[in-house]
């Protein structure tokens, strides 16, 4: 097909998600994370900048308390990604047919480092699919917010838990969930806890792709929030 962008595949897709992959030609410019692959979460129907508006980023993100129509209710900040940055133009490169579709060939992620959730949460991706990937890859990394869910306890080995609380943290640890808390800056290190060693106040000390602790086995991590 005429057009199509070589940077991504689709990854999957249902009447409502799509699942889309980039990084394939060009790496990330991503700071933080360094040169990782990035898998996108979006709702088909909708601009992801529209869609946080509208509430239909519900599909993508789940119960996140910091959706941003969430987040004043809840007391946090609202989530971080600049959606105007690089997800809108992934699904606009999606919508309009630039993307081809990933035939399983999981040889396109040996050696390579991935990113699961670069927006929306990764858990909505079928476990299969995360799973050949993730043992294909050279390490990834992930969080979900739907960690209270029995429905999504089989993603403890792939992903950590995002919590914002010691509560949260106490429960999804009981639920043998490895964790990831945003923390306010006034707020200390729990027992058990590290510092993300990509964060601001850990000095930058690595990107992501150099620690690779952000995946279900990893130990762990805080954060202090930020957008």
Not at 11 to 20: A, C, P
Not at 39 to 49: A, T
Not at 113 to 119: D, E, K, N, S
């Amino acid at each position: 097909m005429k057009g199509l962008n070589p940077n991504g595949l689709i990854l999957w897709e249902s009447q409502r998600i799509v699942v889309i992959l980039t990084g394939l030609k060009r790496p990330s410019r991503n700071d933080k994370t360094g040169k990782l692959m990035q898998v996108f979460i979006f709702y088909k129907h909708e601009l992801p900048s529209k869609a946080i508006k509208s509430g239909n980023d519900k599909v993508v993100c789940g119960d996140c308390k910091r959706r941003p129509l969430n987040a004043k209710q809840h007391g946090v900040n609202p989530c971080y990604v600049l959606l105007w940055r690089g997800p809108d133009d992934v699904w606009r490169c999606w919508e309009r047919g630039g993307y081809s579709r990933w035939n399983r060939d999981v040889s396109i992620f040996n050696g390579k480092l991935v990113r699961f959730g670069a927006y929306g949460d990764p858990a909505y991706i079928p476990q299969d699919v995360v799973w050949s990937i993730a043992k294909a890859s050279k390490g990834h990394t992930g969080y979900t917010h739907q960690w209270a869910d029995a429905m999504y306890f089989g993603y403890r080995k792939l992903f950590k838990a995002s919590v914002d609380t010691e509560l949260e943290r106490r429960k999804a640890k009981a639920l043998g969930w490895s964790t990831f808390r945003a923390r306010g800056k006034d707020e200390d290190l729990l027992d058990g806890e590290h510092e993300c060693p990509a964060s601001e106040e850990a000095g930058f000390r690595k990107k992501c792709e150099s620690c690779m602790m952000c995946n279900g086995k990893g130990w762990d991590e805080a954060i202090i929030e930020h957008r």
